[in-house]
């Protein structure tokens, strides 16, 4: 695996197996890990049918975790009835931590992103213009270019922390 692309489900707290399906990790309001129906290891080519289509155009050797959340989101002040929340937060980027200890992956922009950057490095593609993740209700002071930096920082901290 090359990198782990992280999502917001747009969604309720709680995985659908329609969102198991895009996933290949989800997790839910109370920072519980759900397993979606492809491993990452499916993804490695990517075949019809048989691996978790979370990133248009960048599937192929990419870890999609998904913040089981925003629902209803339009903007900073209308973030829905589902935000993502701090303990849901801190508990996936633990988990990012552990995915890139297993992979052997380095922290860096090219590796750990969110769907959000991967559009905008990729604008051809069918991720160009997605919006997850642009917003981050735990942490409302961060602007939209500095969320990924701050994900990025803070699955460091748990790998040095050695989850």
């Known amino acids: 695996m090359k990198r782990i692309i992280i999502h917001w489900s747009a969604g309720g707290y709680y995985p659908t197996d329609f969102?198991?399906?895009?996933?290949?990790?989800?997790?839910?309001?109370?920072?519980?890990i759900h397993t979606g129906k492809f491993r990452p290891e499916d993804n490695e080519f990517c075949k019809p049918g048989r691996y978790a289509a979370h990133t248009g155009g960048g599937n192929t050797g990419s870890?999609?975790?998904?913040f089981c959340a925003m629902a209803g989101f339009?903007?900073?002040a209308q973030t829905g009835n589902f935000p993502i929340l701090k303990k849901q937060f801190e508990c996936?980027?633990?988990?990012?931590?552990?995915?890139?200890?297993?992979?052997?992956?380095e922290i860096n922009p090219q590796t750990i992103m969110t769907h959000y950057e991967f559009g905008l490095k990729n604008p051809r593609t069918t991720?160009?213009?997605?919006?997850?993740?642009?917003y981050l209700p735990p942490y409302p002071w961060l602007s939209r270019d500095d969320i990924g930096s701050f994900i990025r920082?803070?699955?460091?901290?748990?790998?040095?922390?050695?989850v």
């Not at 969102?19 to 309001?29: M, P, R, S």
């Not at 996936?92 to 992979?103: G, W």
């Open 19 to 32: 969102e198991k399906e895009h996933y290949h990790f989800l997790v839910d309001k109370d920072g519980k």
């Open 63 to 66: 870890i999609g975790v998904a």
């Open 74 to 76: 339009k903007n900073s």
């Open 92 to 105: 996936a980027m633990e988990f990012c931590a552990r995915l890139v200890n297993k992979y052997g992956l």
């Open 127 to 134: 991720s160009a213009g997605k919006i997850d993740i642009i």
């Open 153 to 162: 920082s803070k699955i460091k901290w748990y790998k040095i922390k050695g």
